[in-house]
C-alpha cells in the first residue's frame, strides 16, 4: 500500500506540491513563533530575575510596604554581616546590594528625572552580561556612572563629560554630586537601555547616607534549590528584624500568568494548524473529484471502500511527513541562525515599551522534543483532514461514475 501511495504521489506533481507546501508552511511558521514567543517569554522572566529580584529579594519590611513613596529611611543596615550570615548559609551562592534609586540631572540651570542604578562590580548591571560599547567600567568607591547610548544622545553627552545628580537621602535631606561618564554600555533588558545612568553600589550607598546599609538584597542561591522554601526559612530565621525575604515566583508579574500564556501558545498553534487542515482537506477532496473513474475502476476491481480510503490517506500521510520533516529542518537551521546572531528588537520600538522588561536582543531556541511532536500534530491533522474529505468514496456510485468518465 505504501508504494502505492508513493507513485500517486508522484503521479499527481502539481496536486502534492500544493498540499506538501501548504503542510510545510504550517510546520515552520509554528515552529518559528513558538520559538519567539517562548523565548521572548523565558527571557522576560529571566529579566525579572536577574535585575529585580534574584532568585530571593530582601528587603526591610517598611520600605516594601511603601515602595512607590521612596522612603530610603527604611533600608537595610548592618548590611556587610548580614551578608556574611546569608553567604554562611551552604545553598547560598552570592548577595548583591542593589539600589534602584528616582534621581535629578542638574543640566543648564534645570532638573531633569533620570533613574540611577548601584550595582556591585561584576554583577549583571556592571560586567557579567554588560555589552560595553566604549570606555570602560566604574570600579568601586569612585564617583563614575556608566551610561546607556539613549542618555548621551538625549543630554548631547560624551564619554568623559561630568555629570551632576541630586539625589534624596536617607537621612531626609538631600545631596548631589557631580560624576564622569566612562562607559557607555547596554544590557539585554529594554527597560535598562532608557535615560539611566549606573555606578557602584559602593559609592551609591555613601551619597544617599546609607553608609554601610543597603536598600535590597538579591540572594542567589545554589542550583536545584527551591527558592519560595529557602525564603521561608530566611523570613522564620530573621524573624523581629524587620526584614521581608520573597521568592522570585512571589514578587514576579509574570510567574503568575505562565500558565495562560502556554494555552495562548496552543490556541495560536491550533490556529495555523486548521489552516493547513483546510488546505489539505481541499487538495483532497479535489483529488477525490478527479478520480472518481480510478477510484470506481480500483472498487470494480474488487478493492474494498475502506482500502482505497486508506490508501488516500497514507498518500497524505506521505506527503503531510516528508512536507513537515523538510520544514523542521529549515525551521532548526533558522532557529540555530537567529541563535547564534539574535534578533534586535529594537529595531521595532521594543525599548519603548516601559516596565515590561523585555529583551533588547532576542536569541532564538527551541527544545528538541518539540521538532517531533510539531511533526506528528500536523500528521495527525492530515490524516483527519483527509478522512473527512475521502468520506464521499463510500457513496461513491461505481457504474455512474465509469459513464461520466466514459
Known amino acids: 500500500m505504501l508504494k502505492l501511495a508513493l507513485r500517486n504521489c508522484l503521479r499527481n506533481k502539481k496536486r ?38 534574584g532568585d ?36 547560598v551562592k552570592s548577595v548583591e546590594s542593589v539600589f534602584s534609586l528616582s534621581s535629578s540631572l542638574y543640566k543648564d540651570g534645570k532638573l531633569e528625572s533620570i533613574s540611577v542604578y548601584g550595582a556591585p562590580i561584576d554583577s549583571v548591571y556592571i560586567g557579567k552580561d554588560t555589552i560595553l560599547y566604549d570606555g570602560r567600567f566604574v570600579e568601586n568607591n569612585e564617583k563614575e556612572v556608566m551610561v546607556t547610548p539613549i542618555f548621551l544622545s ?50 551609591l550607598s555613601k551619597l544617599i547616607r546609607m553608609q554601610d546599609g543597603a536598600l535590597e538584597l538579591h540572594v ?28 522570585w515566583e512571589e514578587i514576579s508579574w509574570i510567574y503568575p500568568v505562565m500558565p495562560l500564556y502556554d494555552v495562548m501558545i496552543v490556541i495560536i498553534i491550533g490556529l495555523f494548524f486548521f489552516i493547513a487542515s483546510t488546505l489539505v482537506f481541499n487538495t483532497m477532496m479535489m483529488s477525490t473529484l478527479e478520480r472518481k473513474k480510478e477510484l470506481a475502476t480500483m472498487i470494480a476491481q ?13 498518500e497524505g500521510l506521505v506527503i503531510s511527513f516528508i512536507s513537515a520533516f523538510i520544514a523542521a529542518i529549515i525551521g532548526y537551521c533558522l532557529i540555530t541562525v537567529f541563535g547564534i546572531i539574535g534578533i534586535d528588537l529594537t529595531a521595532f520600538g521594543i525599548e519603548a515599551v516601559e516596565g515590561w522588561g523585555f529583551p533588547n536582543i532576542l536569541y532564538l ?39 461520466e468518465e466514459a
Request: hydrophobic share 45%.
Open 56 to 91: 530571593i529579594r530582601i528587603r526591610n519590611i517598611k520600605f516594601n510596604e511603601f515602595e512607590n513613596l521612596m522612603p530610603l529611611q527604611f533600608y537595610i543596615e548592618d548590611y556587610t554581616s548580614l551578608k556574611d550570615e546569608l553567604l554562611n548559609m551552604d545553598d
Open 220 to 247: 542567589w542561591l545554589k542550583s536545584g534549590c527551591d527558592n519560595i522554601a529557602k525564603a521561608k526559612e530566611l523570613n522564620k530565621a530573621f524573624e523581629g528584624r524587620g526584614l521581608i525575604c520573597q521568592s
Open 302 to 314: 474488487g478493492f474494498s471502500r475502506t482500502y482505497i480510503m486508506v490508501l488516500l490517506v497514507v
Open 365 to 403: 531556541r527551541l527544545s528538541a522534543w518539540l521538532y517531533p511532536v510539531i511533526i506528528i500534530a500536523e500528521m495527525a491533522v492530515t490524516a483527519l483532514s483527509t478522512i473527512l474529505a475521502t468520506l464521499r468514496v463510500r457513496k461513491l456510485e461505481v457504474a455512474q461514475s465509469l459513464r
Open 154 to 203: 538625549r543630554h548631547n553627552l560624551a564619554i568623559g563629560d561630568n555629570i551632576t545628580c541630586v539625589f534624596k537621602t536617607a537621612s531626609g535631606g538631600s545631596n548631589a554630586a557631580t560624576f564622569t561618564i566612562v562607559g557607555v554600555v547596554g544590557y539585554l533588558n529594554a527597560e535598562m537601555n532608557g535615560n539611566v545612568v549606573i555606578t557602584s553600589s559602593d559609592t
Open 16 to 53: 502534492t506540491a500544493v498540499t506538501g507546501l501548504s503542510v510545510m508552511l504550517a510546520v515552520l511558521i509554528v515552529l518559528l513563533m513558538i520559538s519567539f514567543m517562548y523565548t521572548c517569554f523565558d527571557q522576560l522572566a529571566e529579566n525579572e530575575r536577574k535585575y529585580s529580584t
